[in-house]
């Protein structure tokens, strides 16, 4: 008899997990044992054990009918095959990635626009061109692969600054209406998100309208962190250094929610992930303006190039170590 157990594990966002009373998971009808100690419960990076391959020989598996039947969801149309898990445990790497990747985003955005010649408009449609191209490389994976991911949110989060830059000083729309406009699409993504999927954990971006969700959703919060961060920065006047420690502080803010107060993982992670945004930049322009205006006078070049180098640095890493691999992926990989 196949019993169905819940846990919530301690991080960014909850997971679940299925087993039967003698620790054997239900796939196609037979039951295939699990890793671990009889009955232990393992976890899951996702709220569905069925939306991960679980076979031993690597292969990806599809839900049938039976498989559904157990948890009571609808089977997946037939021939539809699962994939792994597309996005990388939420570690330490993941968020200091994530703020490189930000501040890349502040500074490579003004380099472009002051260097290649093609005005503000020009290198929009240019870095557009180059985002769609590697998320078709994303898309077109079946697993977490660390290169195309931080590839995808590097270009991410250039495309979601010269949005923002394109609507503010192009189209002289105050950051004021940006902000509102950007928090209301974020919030449109998620209700269509849980709607559709009833979930807006990243711990199962196994499929293709979840992984089209997530990224929609990544767009726009890198979209809103830069509104909103220059929003504060301008009205608050409060410089570069400082508006970054009271970002940090803001994250800091949201971790102990999560973690003290044991509030909602989920919404604390995308909180987190829009804070990380104006966090970047404002290090960014920090590190990259003139001292004149309260940077480092590092200039944009140099910033661009220092950044870079550690993201490649640690995604290299990550890709040979596989720190980051969800631990359903893991677990399957080394049986």
Known sequence: MVMAARFRRGGWAGTEC???????????????????????????????????????????????????????????????????????????????????????????????????????????????????????????????????????????????????????????IPLETTTAVFAVLLAVVFVAWYRSERTLSIHSIDTLRRESFYWLA?????????????????????????????????????AVARFALGANAVWSFWIAYVLTRPLGASMGDYLSQPTGDGGLGLGTVVTSVLFLAVILGLVVFLAVTRKDVTEPERLARTA
């Open 218 to 254: 990544v767009l726009f919060t890198f979209a809103l962190g830069t509104s909103a961060g220059d929003l504060v920065a301008e009205r608050m006047a409060l410089g570069y250094w400082v508006s970054a420690v009271l970002f940090a502080l803001a994250i800091a803010a949201v």
């Open 18 to 172: 299925r087993y039967d009373r003698v620790g054997r998971v239900a796939v196609h009808g037979r039951h295939v044992p699990r890793a671990g100690r009889r009955g232990r419960v393992m976890p899951r990076g996702s709220q569905d054990v069925f939306r991960f391959p679980v076979a031993r020989s690597g292969l990806m598996t599809s839900e049938t009918s039976e498989t559904a039947a157990v948890h009571g969801s609808a089977p997946n149309a037939p021939g539809h095959r699962l994939r792994w898990n597309k996005v990388p445990e939420v570690t330490v790497y993941f968020w200091v990635i994530k703020v490189l990747c930000t501040t890349v985003g502040e500074t490579a955005a003004d380099l472009l626009n002051e260097k290649a010649g093609l005005g503000l408009t020009g290198v929009s449609l240019l870095m557009s061109v180059l985002l769609a191209v590697i998320l078709v490389v994303q898309f077109r994976t079946t697993a977490y692969r660390p290169g195309a991911y931080w590839t995808a949110v590097a270009l991410i989060s250039v495309v979601g600054t010269l949005v923002s830059d394109n609507l503010t000083d192009n189209m002289g």
